[in-house]
């Protein structure tokens, strides 16, 4: 349910992502960066130097053929609840460059603020926070189709998906001149949500009764990614597999698998 | 009494006494010798080219950004966290040397507290410059004093590190006033008397300060509850390593000083400490880090059992499956740097043995900086997700020489104040004028 926090109407924005849908295509991770203004460099082979703020990961089960199986796992930043807001990354920032907000769910990113320590890197076990290495540079004329609404981010800084909160800001805006109190699940979500062609990914207020996210999240074939470390991610993954479900998280050899705490 | 009186009774000068007057000798503090100004120089350019090398090297760092080094996503932090966890570590000495001296009152410490001091001071000055090149804008460096997260353990130690380097730069004053020139000057003089008179406050808030910000280090990394490797339970808000870091420092720390005493004795050919106060240092040092050795090892005795297995790991998931760190890492901390030091330096027998001394003191300094190693650099190669690998690194050849940048300045640093500055109390008494 909806909760008031401060006399203000809270949501808690999140994903459902279908593992079983996934086909790798990449599509999620094309659309995000053309949406975020994300920087690439012409020779981007280092991939841990690659920014890449939705990352499809390719996970295997490690049998031979014919029981060789894989799967593809979209990995954006989980916007960590912790414990009240006590996500790994933001109780970190000595600079109060990263928040929780409690009126979304959603952990920012000050990039202005951000003098670039990269200790919210070190707190984040998932990889989800990039380090601009390079000073940002488009190609000739490519400048012309960033974003207006994100701010391109500078050398020495660290940068991480925002569930695109810039539509969330737009989507408020409208709302409000609409006269609504609420924001349709329709009028904001996230970039790859709507690239995805399997439609894999579901995206809104994982306590709003009215947006799919909110059932979705309780399958039964649902977890979500290390647990067990207290993250309390709002990223929700799905898939029938066991050993996917297995893989979302470190299992001594004699421990069983774990249902996902809703 | 400034505690130098004893070098003052020798107030002939000993170079112009053994006919080798050298150029600066008016600088030089009374009753001791000196090498020539010009083999002084040729040692001090030797060292200054390194350090030149290094400041290119900073320079390619601030100029054109963080790429100059092989640090990547995987690893935000790397060599230069190490470096300065490891120099501040080993700069603990000031502080515990100071709290023994003025604190508990082990007068006999006068004789290697100055020394101590400058070893504390050129460490943290290279730690607030490593971290002046680490930050991504450097530019920015103070919106941690601005922008404050009081939750964060790297904003306490930014606070309490500025702090007590100031402490330490108060405390080098004096040292700096006590030059024969300077000493002329009836202001410095008196301002001197006066700053050695009220050290014991100093050094009282330098221990406090110390505290927090060693154990603030230790907290960065325990604090790290998406990090089972580094992850520790702990009172109240303060992890174990909080405790285990300001405990390993004041414990460390001292060997350090007396290893760097060794290498000065060594260099200059003379005795310059007293055994009975390096044995003395050594003992308080080894039964500092025999219970800080037992506290390490029921730490990491708790972890390997109860918190690594709550989050899905074995203590072997951390050292397995890689190229480099193995459980021979757990050893050389605990066993080869840890409890051979400390036994050998608890034992009257031990103490009294030069060699077995020195190789306590090189032993302590390679346990506790490994132990800084693991709790930075092994912290980030651990795979988390089951579905990532073990990341591996090795530093660009800029981290490398921004990193002995520190190392080449606190030598010159060394060089100029053992030249011009009463560094050492007992040594006009253990070096007698021909």
Redesign the interface.
């Known amino acids: 349910m909806k909760q008031e926090h401060g006399g203000v109407v809270t949501q808690k924005y999140g994903m459902v992502v279908d593992l079983d849908l996934c086909t790798g295509c990449g599509s999620c991770m094309v659309a995000c960066m053309a949406e975020n203004n994300v920087p690439f460099r012409e020779d981007e082979t280092?991939k841990?130097?690659?920014i890449t703020w939705m990352r499809v990961?390719?996970?295997t089960n490690g049998k031979h053929y014919p029981e060789t199986d894989i799967c593809y796992?979209p990995r954006p930043c989980q916007h960590c609840e912790?414990s009240h807001g006590h996500s790994?990354c933001v109780?970190?920032?000595?600079?109060?460059?990263t928040d929780y907000d409690n009126q979304t769910g959603i952990v920012s990113q000050i990039y202005t603020?951000?003098?670039?320590?990269?200790?919210c890197?070190?707190?984040?076990?998932?990889?989800a926070?990039?380090?601009?290495?390079?000073?940002p540079i488009w190609p000739e004329g490519m400048e012309r189709y960033l974003n207006p609404n994100v701010s391109p981010r500078?050398?020495?800084?660290?940068e991480k998906c925002s569930f695109c909160f810039h539509r969330y800001q737009a989507a408020k805006d409208k709302a409000h001149l609409d006269g609504q109190k609420e924001i349709d699940e329709d009028a904001y979500q996230t970039a790859c949500t709507q690239a995805c062609p399997a439609g894999a990914i579901t995206f809104g207020d994982l306590d709003n009764p009215n947006h799919a996210v909110h059932e979705l999240k309780k399958q039964p074939d649902t977890f979500r990614?290390?647990e067990?470390?207290?993250?309390n991610t709002k990223v929700y993954y799905v898939s029938s597999r066991e050993w996917v479900r297995?893989?979302?998280?470190?299992?001594?050899k004699t421990?069983g698998l774990k249902k996902a705490v809703l | 009494m400034n505690g130098y009186g004893l070098a003052e009774q020798y107030s002939g000068i000993s170079n112009q006494r053994r006919g080798t007057k050298v150029m600066d000798s008016a600088l030089i503090p009374n009753g001791v010798r000196r090498c020539s100004l010009d083999k002084f120089l040729v040692a001090l350019a030797v060292v200054g080219a390194v350090l030149l090398w290094g400041v290119y090297a900073m320079l390619l760092c601030w100029f054109k950004?963080?790429?100059q080094t092989n640090?990547?996503?995987?690893?935000?932090?790397a060599l230069w966290i190490w470096a300065d966890l490891a120099v501040i570590a080993l700069g603990g000495g000031a502080f515990f040397t100071g709290f023994l001296k003025y604190i508990i009152a082990k007068d006999e410490l006068k004789n290697i507290i100055n020394y101590a001091v400058l070893i504390g001071f050129i460490c943290y000055s290279s730690a607030l410059l490593i971290l002046a090149i680490?930050?991504?804008?450097?530019l920015?460096?103070w919106?941690?004093f601005?922008?404050?997260?009081v939750?964060?353990?790297?904003?306490e130690v930014?606070f309490c590190l500025s702090c007590y380097f100031m402490v330490l730069t108060i405390e080098y004053i004096p040292l700096i006033l006590e030059n024969r020139q300077i000493d002329r000057v009836p202001f410095f003089h008196h301002l001197s008397h006066n700053m050695h008179s009220t050290m014991a406050v100093f050094a009282a808030t330098g221990a406090f300060l110390s505290f927090f910000h060693q154990g603030s280090l230790g907290g960065?990394a325990g604090?790290?509850?998406?990090?089972?490797f580094a992850y520790r339970e702990g009172l109240f808000i303060w992890p174990w390593t909080f405790f285990l870091f300001t405990w390993s420092a004041a414990a460390y720390g001292p060997c350090f000083t007396l290893m760097v005493t060794r290498i000065t004795e060594a260099i200059s050919g003379k005795k310059l400490v007293k055994d009975n106060v390096v044995e003395l240092l050594a003992k308080i040092s080894g039964w500092m880090m025999t219970t800080y050795i037992i506290a390490k090892i029921i730490d990491t005795f708790y972890w390997a059992n109860v918190t690594a297995?709550?989050?899905?790991?074995?203590l072997i998931?951390f050292y397995s499956n890689n190229g480099f760190y193995g459980i021979w890492i757990l050893v050389l901390e605990i066993v080869l740097g840890g409890i051979v030091p400390a036994a050998i330096l608890i034992t009257d027998k031990g103490r009294k043995s030069p060699i077995a001394r020195n190789t306590a003191f090189v032993l302590a300094v390679i346990g506790v900086s490994v132990n800084r190693w693991v709790m930075v650099l092994q912290?980030?190669a651990v795979p988390?997700?089951?579905?990532?690998t073990w990341?591996l690194y090795f530093p660009s050849w800029q981290e490398v020489a921004t990193t002995i940048l520190p190392v080449a300045y606190g030598i010159m640093l060394i060089m100029i104040s053992y030249r011009y500055l009463p560094i050492f109390p007992q040594e006009a008494e253990l070096n007698p004028a021909d």
């Open positions: 280092d841990l130097k690659s990961y390719k996970l796992l912790g790994p109780s970190v920032c000595p600079a109060t460059a603020r951000c003098f670039g320590c990269r200790y890197m070190g707190a984040c076990p998932y990889h926070r990039y380090f601009n290495w390079y000073d500078m050398r020495g800084v660290v990614l290390l067990k470390l207290g993250t297995r893989a979302g998280d470190n299992y001594l421990e | 950004g963080l790429n640090m990547n996503d995987n690893y935000g932090f680490d930050i991504g804008q450097p920015r460096g919106f941690i601005w922008h404050a997260n939750h964060s353990m790297l904003t930014a960065v604090v790290l509850f998406g990090r089972p297995p709550s989050k899905g790991f074995n998931d912290v980030m988390i997700m089951t579905f990532d990341a």
